[in-house]
């Protein structure tokens, strides 16, 4: 039987081809880790059959096939217009109705669970061969923050569905002999994190490899700001096995993207001296911090890329919060080297808009 929704606690990581990496990897992360004191928030995910039966529905699949088929990885021009025009069909066909029926019933019980009222969700892809050990498909498929309302909501999962063909993504495909046919989306429906401060870690040191290291990247606001290099961060370096800092750098961070809660939006603010000045981490967040990225790397039996959260809206010591965690790529397949220092950055939770605006497909 075909499911249009699942709820991310009752996914793992076997889910992989019903809900895509994203889903699984934060079910998995919901079912196991905590245990281990990690929290994470909760929501739904569209199946990749619910998109299936959405492509069905609306006689979509061989027009895509057939507009893909020819395409000549070198011809970018004509790439880009594919794209285009398969987008448009995607976000222009309307939902099955048993889809649009199950999702409006998910959202409901989402906003029920936490205070009641239109609670504002990001709406993230999860390809089905995404955040793989030997492929990285991060950043290549849409991620909307900040939304509200179930029609907000069902909008964007189609625009996250046609996110699959963008010219990124279509040439990614091509030059990894990654089949369209058969190409499927989940969705996931995430409560969203009302940060003060947020950021990104690996634990190793991405410079070099080297797994006794952990490295912390973090600014104000959402974090989008720091994987998107419209900011520099703090970035600070600890003894994996002590948590001692090793070396610590304070970056200007100028600005903050925070919620406008009239406008339904996130706005940039510009961050006052005084806190451009110190460290956006206490000393017991940053531990904290690399506790839980100790935590996710244990559990996951590798050196993880994780994306956290410190939210406004939870106490003290109930507030730090797991968005995403992801194996490390770049290093873990290949002997260390020496290189200059750089900032730690990720795709995922952050990855895909910008202040006020959507994520623009290309």
């Known amino acids: 039987m075909n499911e249009n929704i699942l709820w991310l606690h009752a996914l793992r990581l076997s889910d992989l081809a019903r809900v895509g990496g994203k889903n699984s990897s934060l079910g998995e992360m919901i079912g196991n880790l905590a245990n281990l004191g990690v929290s994470v928030p909760g929501g739904f995910a569209t199946t990749s059959d619910a998109f299936k039966a959405f492509i069905a529905h609306n006689n979509l ?15 970018v021009p004509a790439l880009t217009a594919a794209g285009k025009e398969i987008r448009g069909w995607v976000i222009e066909a309307p939902l099955q109705p048993d889809l649009d029926a199950d999702i409006r019933k ?5 906003c029920d669970e936490n205070g009641g009222g239109d609670v ?8 089905t061969a995404e955040d793989l050990p030997d492929a990285s498909f991060a950043g290549q498929q849409d991620t909307y923050l900040w939304l509200d309302g179930v029609k907000a909501v069902t909008e964007h999962i189609r625009q996250c569905w046609a996110s699959l063909f963008t010219s990124r993504a279509i040439i990614y495909r091509l030059k990894n002999n990654i089949p369209n046919e058969g190409l499927s989306m989940a969705v996931v429906v995430q409560k969203m994190v009302n940060a003060r401060v947020s950021g990104v870690a690996i634990t ?6 080297d797994r006794s290291k952990i490295t912390i990247d973090s600014s104000y606001g959402v974090g989008e700001m720091v994987v998107s290099g419209q900011v520099t961060p703090d970035n600070i370096m600890l003894d994996k096995v002590t948590l001692a800092v090793i070396s610590e750098h304070l970056g200007d961070k100028h600005a903050e993207l925070v919620p406008d809660a009239a406008a339904g939006r996130l706005v940039e603010r510009e961050v006052d001296a005084e806190r451009r000045g110190r460290r956006s981490l206490t000393d017991a967040e940053l531990s904290a911090v ?10 996951y039996k590798c050196p993880q890329d ?8 939870l106490p003290d010591g109930e507030n730090l919060l797991l968005l995403q965690s992801r194996p490390e790529t770049v290093h873990s397949s290949k002997p260390a080297t020496h290189t200059a220092p750089q900032p730690v950055v990720s795709g995922g939770y952050f990855s895909g808009f910008s202040a006020g605006t959507l994520k623009p497909s290309v």
């Open 61 to 75: 699949h061989q027009r895509i096939y057939d507009k893909l088929a020819s395409l000549d990885v070198e011809d």
């Open 106 to 110: 998910a959202y409901k019980q989402l």
């Open 120 to 127: 504002a969700v990001a709406v993230r892809s999860s390809a």
């Open 204 to 209: 190793m040191d991405p410079t070099n490899g």
């Open 290 to 299: 690399a506790q839980m990225a100790k935590r996710a790397e244990k559990h």
């Open 306 to 313: 994780i994306e956290w959260a410190l939210d406004t809206d």
